[in-house]
C-alpha cells in the first residue's frame, strides 16, 4: 500500500490522515490543542505543541499500526493562517500570535492611515488581525526581545514544515491574508515592509500549494519516524484546502466551513476589495480567488453552549435538548457574538446575547436559540455574499456532524443543504489532491475532485415548508439586534 500524509493544524486540534492511493483514508488521528487568551484581546499557541502533536500523530501511524513509513509517499498540510510565528534558525519557538488576535489595533489604524490605497492591491482591508499589523505592533513593542533580522511565517503548517525540512516558506492562500501580497501578481512587495519600517522581518519564499519545499531532513525523521527525504509539499491555508475539499473549483461555486470559526466562502475571479468584512484570498486553481467571509461564531459557540447548559463533549445530549424545543424557540433569539466578530460586522467588541426571555422559557429553548442564533448569522452573511440564486449549500467541517445544526440552517436559508462523507476532514482530503497530482497519480487536483469528492456519499437536509414563516419572521427581528445594541457594548 501507498499512502499521502496530510495535516490539518486548526485552532483546537491537529488532524492528521492517511489517504490511499485509491483516495480513502486509511487511518486518522487527532492531537487536541491549547489557547491562552489575554487581557487585551491576545490570543496565542506555542508551536511546540502542533510540532508535540505531529510526532503524537506519527507515533500512533508508526508504533501502533506498524505502519511502514516507506509507505508514505508525500506529506502535505493545510492550516490557520493570519499567525505571526517568528523563526529564529536553530532554536525552537514557542510562541505564536493567532489569526483572531486583535492587539494590534492602533497599528491597523495606523496603516490605514499612512497606506490608504494599500487595500486595492492586497485585495482586502487592513484589520487588527491583520498580520501586517501584527508585525507593526511586534517591532514597537517588542523589539528589544528581537534579534536584528529574524524570519516569520504566517500559517501553522509553515512551522511544522520548518521543523521537517528547514525550509521557511508560505503559500499563496496564506500570504493572501497578510497584507503583505499583492493579490494580481501573487508576490510579495518588499518596499511595504520599508515604508513601515519593519524591514527586519525575513518573508518566506512565496509558493503553489502543489510545490515540493524539501523533503523531511535527518533530524526530521528522527522527531517523527517519517522516512528520510520524504517529499513535503507547501500545502495551503486552510481556507484554500477547504475549498479543494469542498469541491468549490469553478467560478460562483460555494460551501461554508463550520470549524471552531468558520466562513463562507465563493469562487472568484473577483480581486476588488470588498466591504463588510470579505476578504478575498488567491484560490489553489491559478486563475481564481476565493470571496470568504470569516466567522469567529461558530463551532466555539456550539461548545460553550453545551458545556454551559449540557456537559463538555455530550454532543448526544446537546442534540436531544434542541429537539425538545420547537423551531422558532419559543420565539427567543440569541445573537453569537461572544467572541467579537468580523463579519457581517466588525466589531472585535461586541457581546452575545439572548432577548426574549419570558415566563414560559425552557432550557431547551435556550440551547436552540444558540444553534438558530449562528444560522441566522450564517444565512445574513450569505445575503451579503452570494450575487445569484444558489440551489445547494455544501457544509464541511466538524459543525456539519450535527444533525439538528444542518436542519437548522436549511430550514433557515430554505435551501437544500448536502454534507459530504468525512465532513470534517475534507480540508485534509482536498490538500491531498495536490500531492495525488505531484505523484501523478492524477493528472490535476480537478481530477481528482470530480473523481473523489463530488462522487462520494452525502447526506442531504431539506428545508421543511411548515418552518419558512416562522424563521422569515425571526430573521428580521435577528437583524435588528446587533444595531440596537451597540451603544450598550460601548
Keep these: 500500500m501507498e499512502y499521502i500524509a496530510a495535516f490539518d493544524l486548526g ?25 491562552t487568551y489575554g487581557e487585551n484581546n491576545e490570543m496565542e499557541q506555542n508551536p511546540e505543541e502542533w510540532w508535540a502533536g505531529i510526532q503524537a500523530i506519527t507515533h500512533e501511524w508508526f508504533t501502533v499500526h506498524a505502519i511502514a513509513p516507506e509507505a508514505i509517499k508525500a506529506i502535505t498540510f493545510s ?16 510562541r505564536a500570535i493567532l489569526y483572531s488576535d486583535n492587539r494590534a489595533h492602533e497599528e491597523a489604524l495606523r496603516i490605514n492611515r499612512e497606506l490608504p490605497e494599500l487595500n486595492k492591491l492586497i485585495g482586502n482591508a487592513v484589520s487588527p488581525s491583520s498580520p501586517i499589523s501584527k508585525l507593526v505592533w511586534l517591532n514597537k513593542h517588542e523589539m528589544e526581545h528581537l534579534s536584528e533580522n529574524v524570519h516569520v511565517v504566517f500559517s501553522a503548517k ?25 493579490i494580481k501578481t501573487r508576490t510579495w512587495m518588499p518596499d511595504l515592509l520599508k515604508s513601515l519600517q519593519i524591514e527586519n522581518f525575513i518573508l518566506p519564499s ?32 486552510d481556507a484554500g484546502a477547504s475549498t479543494l475539499g469542498a469541491g468549490a473549483i469553478s467560478e460562483g461555486d460555494c460551501y461554508m466551513y463550520l470549524g471552531t470559526t468558520g466562513w463562507i466562502a465563493v469562487s472568484s475571479k473577483d480581486s476588488s476589495p470588498k466591504d463588510s468584512g470579505i476578504f478575498t484570498l488567491a484560490h489553489v486553481v491559478p486563475d481564481l480567488n476565493i470571496s470568504i467571509a470569516p466567522l469567529l461564531n461558530i463551532g466555539n459557540v456550539h461548545r460553550w453552549a453545551m458545556e454551559t447548559f449540557v456537559e463538555a463533549d455530550n454532543y448526544a445530549a446537546f442534540e436531544e435538548e434542541v429537539l425538545k424545543s420547537a423551531p422558532g424557540s419559543n420565539h427567543l433569539l440569541f445573537l453569537p457574538y461572544l467572541h467579537g466578530e468580523r463579519c457581517p460586522i466588525q466589531d472585535s467588541e461586541a457581546k452575545g446575547a439572548f432577548w426574549g426571555i419570558g415566563p414560559e422559557t425552557k432550557k431547551s429553548d435556550l440551547v ?20 445569484k440564486e444558489i440551489g445547494m449549500i455544501t457544509l464541511i467541517g466538524g459543525g456539519a456532524k450535527s444533525a439538528s445544526w444542518c436542519q437548522t440552517l436549511a430550514d433557515i436559508t430554505n435551501k437544500t443543504v448536502r454534507v459530504p462523507a468525512n465532513s470534517e476532514y475534507l480540508p485534509s482530503i482536498g490538500i491531498g489532491s495536490t500531492a495525488f497530482a505531484y505523484l501523478g497519480w492524477i493528472e490535476n487536483s480537478t481530477e481528482f475532485i470530480e473523481e473523489y469528492i463530488k462522487s462520494s456519499v452525502s447526506k442531504t437536509y431539506y428545508p421543511t415548508e411548515e418552518t419558512k414563516d416562522i424563521y422569515a419572521t425571526l430573521y428580521e427581528t435577528f437583524v435588528k439586534l446587533y444595531p440596537a445594541m451597540v451603544g450598550v457594548y460601548r
Design 11 to 35: 485552532t483546537t486540534a491537529i488532524k492528521g490522515v492517511l489517504l490511499s492511493r485509491e483516495g480513502d483514508i486509511y487511518k486518522e488521528h487527532t492531537v487536541n490543542l491549547h489557547t
Design 79 to 94: 492550516g490557520q493562517m493570519e499567525d505571526v510565528i517568528l523563526i529564529h534558525e536553530g532554536d525552537n519557538t514557542t
Design 158 to 182: 509553515d512551522y511544522i514544515i520548518y521543523k521537517l525540512t528547514d525550509a521557511i516558506v508560505t503559500d499563496y492562500v496564506t500570504g493572501a491574508t497578510t497584507g503583505l501580497m499583492n
Design 206 to 237: 512565496l509558493l503553489p500549494p502543489e510545490v515540493e519545499v524539501g523533503k523531511v531532513s535527518l533530524k526530521g525523521a528522527s522527531r517523527t519516524g517519517f522516512h528520510i527525504d520524504t517529499p513535503v509539499l507547501c500545502g495551503a491555508g
Design 368 to 387: 436552540r436559540a444558540v444553534l438558530e442564533g449562528i444560522c441566522f448569522s450564517l444565512f445574513q452573511i450569505t445575503q451579503m455574499l452570494v450575487q
